[in-house]
């Protein structure tokens, strides 16, 4: 088990730039979260995929982001035009479908996002 | 609306000392609780987690945690705190209702220091 892997951990760009990060989850988790954190907060739930579907998008999501997971294993989450409310960490979780909702989910360590 | 709360935003304690956190959740049926840990520019490492049976739930690095349904409460305690237990610490429910896709409800965080 080599635990949930985000990539890069760090990113600093210039506002209007386009964004991607990865998240490659635990090997048979076929479920995949996308969270976003700002300081002193908890996590906010983004969206969320069940192999290579996206089965929801928090209605935060703005169409600046696109989130995909073609081949159901790693995900990208692309932010387009960002803007300076985008400076936040992006945390990925993954998670077993099966054995029901006390499965828990796995984070990875986020990556952190900083707009100049 | 289901909630999880935590009354506590900061707590600090000395060293050796004992711990509780405190955490209520709203959504009665079958709570599926969490508790996680984060330390800064860090993701999320689950803690311990409690579904079913045991009302007390044993946790990694020492925690525990009590089920208590007649007070919709999953406090976490440590009996003694090591200076390395200073981080953020998060309760979470799955809620489980039908088209929640599994998502979990954070509480806002309680800050964890710890004086030598």
């Known amino acids: 088990d080599t635990g949930v892997s985000q990539d890069p951990r760090h990113k600093i760009t210039k506002r209007g730039q386009n964004v991607t990060f990865r998240c490659d989850p635990i090997s048979e988790h076929n479920r995949l979260y996308w969270y976003r954190q700002t300081l002193g907060q908890g996590p906010e739930f983004l969206t969320y995929?069940?192999?290579?579907?996206?089965?929801?998008k928090s209605r935060l999501l703005s169409d600046r982001f696109s989130a995909e997971r073609p081949k159901g294993s790693f995900s990208t989450l692309e932010i387009q035009r960002t803007e300076q409310g985008d400076s936040a960490m992006y945390l990925c979780?993954?998670?077993?479908?099966?054995?029901?909702?006390?499965?828990?989910?796995?984070f990875g360590d986020g990556t952190r996002l900083s707009i100049l | 609306a289901q909630s999880v709360t935590q009354p506590d935003i900061h707590i600090t304690v000395s060293e050796g000392a004992s711990l509780e956190l405190r955490c209520n959740y709203s959504?009665?049926?079958?709570?599926?609780l969490f508790w996680y840990v984060q330390s800064p520019g860090q993701g999320l490492q689950l803690l311990l987690k409690y579904f079913s049976g045991d009302t007390l739930v044993q946790g990694i690095k020492g925690f525990e945690a009590e089920f208590k349904r007649s007070q919709s409460s999953f406090n976490l305690r440590k009996p003694s705190v090591h200076w390395s237990d200073a981080a953020e610490y998060f309760c979470a429910q799955n809620p489980n209702y039908a088209g929640n896709n599994r998502k979990l409800i954070w509480g806002l965080g309680t800050s964890l220091a710890v004086n030598p």
């Open positions: 959504y009665g049926a079958t709570p599926y």
């Open positions: 995929f069940q192999n290579e579907a996206q089965l929801e």
């Open positions: 979780a993954s998670s077993l479908e099966q054995g029901a909702p006390h499965q828990p989910q796995h």
